[in-house]
């Protein structure tokens, strides 16, 4: 009879990782004085201690300082540097209460403490990048990774192996298949993947044994009778246990788990800003919309001067458009047309429009007309980035001839979008390019993040540079 050992993961990794955040959180301090001008005194060690606790409460909420084995380093730094976030209101008024940032305390002044609240998660930043690199180069060596093996030769299986094979930094590595079932009853495996090497006995001997950490069930829903078995037997392990879902077999928008009631469901079309993404999303809208408010307010009092001087009728025009979940919202631009078209048929522009005032070809080619946009994002109906909205005319159109076209407004339509940056904007003159546009507003919501945004509105830079495909 094999003994049953209950196998420990060090915690030596999440006390490394301790030590590395205190060590940034000091090291931003010290950065801040040097650049102040200042001296690191009690009144700075006190605040960094203090600063360091707080850092430590968060990161016990946030899970900060769990396994992120199989997750990208982008999403553990974002976490890391949302933790310190979290620690500045308190800072702050801790600070204040007690004089730590004043005149009293001349060491760590004002202009000193404000610095340290951007290199403290800076520093952090660095320290876990460079844990990470060498992280990453302890496992390309083999070393501290976790065995996973995946219960199930199916289609759904393979594409978790190649996923797992791509991603060598998430420090998992496949052990192989297990299949119960005869060589002729399952699928063929692809030259690209790991092969069967043993049935659902030699999983659970494994996996008692400690080769076996990680346990992915890919089997499809059907086999419910199948995967009650195979659970069953596992439950004599102290191995991780997870179910992949056969849900690729639906055009998933956005999914997450829910509780209803204490009974789980998991989304298919769903908006992915919920909590704290939602609260992410919105601060970067009005943070970065601001700055470009400000930036260009000469620029388009200039551009309103010159619409209102060369053509007649009002500088500004007002469409109706569908915003998220549908509901109309009126979308502002500069006009740069002698009509308004806003009813249940809107001609597109084209090349050499006729109906373009003396500016409004040059207004639109530099996307200038779109700048009273940045009004519809500050005041929330738009977002910097998302799905352009389309005329309400063109959605009924287009809603009858592309599967999931609405979905498309599970999200607030954005000034730019990954479509117009992949060189799907302009003119959407046949249905192959409106449905290229569909692809990329789906694949936006599906791979969103706050890195994703930040690249769109960068490379969007370029795009109106070029002027390819505006008019």
């Known amino acids: 009879m094999s003994s049953r050992r209950i196998h420990q993961h060090t915690s030596l990794l999440a006390v490394v990782l ?19 001008g200042a001296a690191v005194g009690q009144a700075g060690v006190t605040a960094a201690v203090t600063g360091v606790v707080l850092f430590y409460l968060f990161a016990e909420i946030s899970g900060l300082y769990r396994s992120w084995h199989g997750v990208s380093g982008e999403r553990e730094l974002f976490c890391a540097v949302l933790n310190w976030s979290l620690c500045v209101p308190a800072l702050l008024l ?33 320290l ?8 990453r180069r302890r496992r ?60 659902i006995d030699d999983l659970v001997q494994q996996a008692a044994d400690g080769r076996v950490h990680m346990i992915y069930i890919t089997l499809p829903l059907r ?28 055009e998933l928008l956005h999914s997450r788990w829910i509780n209803v009631g204490g009974l789980p469901a998991v989304s298919i079309f769903e908006n992915p800003f919920y909590g704290v993404d939602g609260m ?23 551009v309103a001067l010159a619409v209102k001087l060369t053509s007649r009728g009002p500088v500004f025009f007002k469409q109706k458009r569908y915003g998220l979940d549908g509901r109309a919202i ?26 373009f005032t003396p500016i409004g070809a040059f207004l639109r080619k530099t996307s200038l007309d779109e700048l009273p946009q940045l009004f519809n994002v500050l005041e929330g109906s738009m977002s910097l980035v998302g799905p352009r909205p389309h005329a309400n005319a063109h959605n009924e159109h287009f809603r009858k001839q592309i599967q999931g076209y609405m979905l498309r407004h599970k999200v607030k339509p954005g000034i730019t979008g990954l479509a117009q940056v992949s060189g799907w904007r302009g003119e959407t003159d046949t249905l192959e390019k409106m ?12 791979d969103w993040s706050p890195w994703l945004d930040l690249k769109i509105l960068f490379r969007t830079v370029f795009t109106v540079l070029s002027r390819q495909n505006a008019y």
């Open 128 to 135: 876990r990048s460079a844990f990470r690199l060498y992280q």
């Open 280 to 302: 992410v999303k919105r601060l970067l809208d009005v943070t970065v919309g601001s700055l470009i408010l400000l930036a260009a307010s000469p620029v388009m009092a200039l």
């Open 140 to 199: 390309a060596k083999g070393l501290n990774v976790r065995g996973l093996a995946i219960v199930g030769a199916t289609e759904i299986g393979f594409q978790l192996a190649r996923n797992i094979e791509r991603a060598p930094w998430s420090g998992l590595r496949t052990v192989g298949f297990f299949d119960d079932r005869p060589a002729d009853r399952r699928a063929h495996f692809p030259s690209d993947v790991a092969a069967c090497v043993g049935n």
């Open 223 to 250: 086999a419910e009778n199948r995967i009650k078995s195979v659970l069953s037997r596992l439950a004599d392990t102290t191995a991780s246990v997870y179910l992949v879902p056969d849900f690729y077999v639906y």
């Open 18 to 36: 301790r030590l590395a955040d205190s060590a940034g959180v000091f090291l931003g301090l010290y950065v801040a004085a040097a650049l102040a």
């Open 330 to 355: 009126d979308v502002w631009k500069f006009r740069s047309m002698t009509v308004c078209e806003n009813g249940s048929v809107v001609t597109q522009a084209k090349k050499q429009d006729a109906r």
């Open 94 to 126: 801790l600070g204040f209460m007690f004089n730590m940032f004043g005149p009293v305390n001349a060491e760590l002044t004002r202009a000193g403490a404000l610095a340290w609240l951007v290199t403290a998660p800076a520093a952090i930043v660095a």
């Open 435 to 446: 449905e290229k546009r569909v692809e990329c507003d789906h694949q936006y919501i599906r």
